[in-house]
């Protein structure tokens, strides 16, 4: 587990000291003239200690109610929604796919943390979150192999933003496809964090306590090719493309816009590296 220098010389005990931190969601996204259903946006900060034995929540998708497993309800405009839920549409899995995943301590409770996704465009969403968890696994194996001794951990920025646009071809207040997003937008960037240092004769358990505080603070540098070279050399580039859909005519070139990121999360930088990057994710 990671280490901090809490006096300058000394070192904490190894503790899970950072894993998911200034996690933000935007609020709830807004269909055809009143009808809630998902969220907006996400944005997380990840790091090397969500790859510790152990370090994994899990946060299955148990949110339901009106839209998803139970009627539209009355919300605006009033009694003109689908027939039906999305748990019982009869020409698509629907999953409930989690914006920030539940390992990463993303909520599967809280609807904007949650949009519906089809059973091809959740596993779409799978395909990224699994080359992010290389890379974190990769930042935990620089921190190990340094004993948890280096001056600074990598991380990754991860945000997530919700197309505006629905599926629906021709959206219309009574067409399920009309409630759902075309796509979700997946962003990332590694980035430098310097460890915290505390004052002289400070206490590990008092660097301890300050530390996420100082995590959140601190100055995220994008790691360049070089530093990756020097540090992280069995990391692979993301070799994700630009959008992963098996609906040609849906995407139509480009997913178009999307909603702001939530209030909160920091503005999306340049690109640094080739392992940054940027996919849009299409329902099928």
Not at 123 to 132: D, Q, S
Request: hydrophobic share 40%; aromatic share 10%; charged share 10%.
């Amino acid at each position: 587990m990671s280490k901090i220098c809490y006096d300058g010389a000394h070192w904490t005990p190894g503790n899970p000291i950072f894993a998911c931190r200034s996690q933000v969601q935007g609020p709830l996204a807004v269909w055809q003239g009143g009808q809630n259903m998902g969220g907006t946006s996400a944005y997380a900060l990840l790091g090397p200690d969500i790859e510790r034995p152990g370090g994994h929540t899990n946060n299955p998708p148990t949110a339901t109610g009106a839209g998803w497993d139970q009627a539209w309800g009355n919300a605006p405009p009033a009694g003109a929604g689908p027939a039906f839920p999305f748990t019982q549409d009869a020409n698509n899995v629907w999953y409930r796919g989690h914006l920030i995943n539940g390992e990463w301590n993303g909520s599967g409770v809280l609807w904007d943390n949650l949009t519906p996704l089809t059973s091809q465009g959740n596993a779409n969403h799978r395909t990224v979150e699994a080359r992010m968890r290389v890379y974190l696994q990769n930042f935990r194996a620089f921190d190990v192999a340094g004993n948890g001794h280096s001056a600074y951990w990598y991380a990754l920025h991860y945000w997530v933003e919700v197309s505006t646009a629905p599926w629906a071809a021709a959206p219309a207040v009574g067409d399920l496809y009309s409630y759902c997003p075309n796509m979700i937008k997946v962003t990332w960037r590694i980035v430098r964090i310097n460890k915290p240092v505390g004052a002289p004769g400070t206490s590990a358990l008092a660097a301890l306590g300050a530390a996420g505080a100082a995590i959140t603070a601190a100055a995220k540098v994008g790691a360049t090719p070089a530093n990756i070279a020097l540090d992280l050399p069995n990391l692979p580039p993301h070799g994700v493309p630009a959008a992963l859909t098996n609906n040609a005519a849906n995407a139509a070139g480009t997913g178009g816009a999307v909603h702001p990121l939530p209030a909160g999360a920091p503005a999306i930088p340049a690109v640094v590296s080739p392992y940054d990057g940027t996919v849009e994710i299409f329902q099928d």
